[in-house]
Nanobody, 115 residues
Framework: QVQLVESGGGLVQPGGSLRLSCAVS????????MGWYRQAPGNQRELVAT???????NYADSVKGRFTISRDNAKNTVYLQMNSLKPEDTDVYYC?????????WGRGTQVTVSS
């Protein structure tokens, strides 16, 4: 059974930084792509960033230049470095992994940006 466990969320002031981690059970090489999504109550879950098994990355326009997705294959972990955080980045952040035809989700970690 695939398990994704997020960590690293919390409360941070505007302009601050956080690094989210997603620990994966098993080898992340088995996934075609992994990513981070976010969702606020009452809203649809939206893509933040993805990284393929080949290392190609994709970002939502709202986070380009501020967020960086990366992977540590030896640790089976995917990261999301978030800099210059804004109040509108406040959401629950979810880790996602794709191994066709299935998609897997973690339980999420809360990020709150507030002074």
């Amino acid at each position: 059974q695939v398990q994704l466990v997020e960590s690293g969320g919390g409360l941070v002031q505007p302009g601050g930084s956080l690094r989210l981690s997603c620990a994966v059970s098993g080898s992340i090489f088995s996934f075609a792509a992994m990513g981070w999504y976010r969702q606020a109550p009452g809203n649809q879950r939206e893509l933040v960033a993805t990284i393929t098994s080949a290392g190609s990355t994709n970002y939502a326009d709202s986070v380009k230049g501020r967020f960086t997705i990366s992977r540590d294959n030896a640790k089976n972990t995917v990261y999301l470095q978030m800099n210059s955080l804004k109040p509108e980045d406040t959401d629950v952040y979810y880790c996602n992994a794709i191994r066709l035809p299935n998609r897997y989700w973690g339980r999420g970690t809360q990020v709150t940006v507030s002074s």
